[in-house]
C-alpha cells in the first residue's frame, strides 16, 4: 500500500507546485501523443486504466474485498467503467524479446574484453570465424539457440545499431543499446526509463528513504557553441560512466547467480536535453 505523506491545504487538495510540475510532464507527453495521432479518447482510456490497476493492487483493505464502489471513490471513475477496466486490464507488460535479448548482446561486447579494443571501445567483429571472437559467438554466448546471429544481424542492420564493411567486420554504431529505426524498441525504452525515472521522483517527493540518486546540471543563456560542446562532452563522460557501470553490474549478476539468484532490478541512466529558453511561460 502507497502510505503517501498527508498534502497541505486540506484533504484531497493536492500541492500547487506538484500541479505545476505534472503540468509541463502532461505538455511533453501531449506532444509526443499528437505526434503519433493518439487523440484524447485514447490517451483518457490508459488513465483509467492505470488508476484502475494501481487502485486495486497498490490500495487495499486489509482483510476486505476490493470492491468496484470503493476502487469508484478512490480514482473518481465512475463504477461501470471500473467493472470494465477490471475485466480487460491486463496483468502486466511483457518486453518485446528483440528488444532484452539485443540489450543483453550490446551490454556483453561492450563488457566483456575478449570483444573490445585496448582503449576499451567495442571491437569490430567477423560475423563467424574459428579462431578469434566473432559476431556469431557473442550472439550465442547470450541467446544460446534463442536467436539466430543472422537474424540478429539483419535486424540490427535495419536499425541502424550496427554497419557492415566490406570486409565482413561488423560494427557497432553506438555502444549503447538506441535504435535508430524501430518505434517498438524505442517505445519500449521510452516507457521503461520515464516510469523508472518517475517511480524514483515520487518516492523522493514523497520522503522516501533511503532517496534515489536524481540530479541534474542546469544552465539557461547558452551559445549554440557551448551547447554543442556540452552535448558532446555529455555524451563521453555519460557513456564512460555507464561502461563502467555495465561491467560491474555483469560481475555483481555473475556473483548472484551463483548463490542463487536475486530477486532485484536496476535502472540507471544519463540523459540530456537542450531548447531556446526564450520560449513563452508556460500559463498555469
Not at 518517475?198 to 539557461?220: K, M, S, W
Request: a neutral charge.
Amino acid at each position: 500500500m502507497n502510505n503517501a505523506p498527508p498534502t497541505k491545504g486540506g484533504l484531497g487538495e493536492p500541492p500547487a507546485p506538484l500541479i505545476k510540475a505534472l503540468r509541463l510532464i502532461v505538455l511533453a507527453l501531449v506532444r509526443l501523443l499528437m505526434r503519433y495521432r493518439v487523440v484524447y479518447p485514447q490517451l483518457l482510456e490508459l488513465l483509467k486504466s492505470a488508476y484502475v490497476q494501481v487502485a486495486e493492487h497498490e490500495h487495499p483493505l486489509p482483510g476486505k474485498p476490493q470492491t468496484d464502489t470503493r476502487m469508484s471513490l478512490l480514482t473518481g471513475i465512475h463504477r461501470k467503467d471500473i467493472k470494465r477496466l477490471r475485466t480487460q486490464l491486463a496483468a502486466g507488460v511483457e518486453e518485446p524479446l528483440a528488444v532484452n535479448q539485443s540489450v543483453r548482446i550490446v551490454a556483453r561486447w561492450i563488457s566483456e574484453p575478449h570483444y573490445r579494443l585496448p582503449d576499451g571501445s567495442a571491437a569490430p567483429l567477423p560475423f563467424k570465424a574459428t579462431d578469434q571472437p566473432s559476431f556469431e559467438s557473442l550472439v550465442e554466448e547470450v541467446c544460446r539457440q534463442d536467436l539466430r546471429p543472422r537474424v540478429v544481424l539483419d535486424e540490427w542492420l535495419r536499425l541502424g545499431i550496427v554497419s557492415e564493411a566490406d570486409d565482413g567486420r561488423i560494427t557497432l554504431q553506438s555502444e549503447a543499446f538506441v535504435p535508430r529505426q524501430g518505434v517498438e524498441e524505442q517505445a519500449f525504452f521510452l516507457g521503461m526509463n520515464l516510469s523508472d525515472h518517475l517511480n524514483a521522483v515520487a518516492h523522493n517527493i514523497q520522503g522516501g528513504t533511503p532517496p534515489f540518486f536524481e540530479r541534474c546540471v542546469y544552465y539557461d543563456e547558452l551559445s549554440d557553441e557551448a551547447i554543442a560542446e556540452l552535448r558532446a562532452l555529455t555524451e563521453e563522460v555519460g557513456m564512460d560512466a555507464l561502461k563502467r557501470i555495465n561491467a560491474r553490474a555483469r560481475e555483481l549478476k555473475q556473483r548472484d547467480a551463483a548463490r542463487g539468484g536475486g530477486t532485484q532490478r536496476i535502472n540507471m541512466g544519463i540523459y540530456t536535453w537542450h531548447e531556446h529558453s526564450t520560449r513563452p511561460e508556460t500559463p498555469q
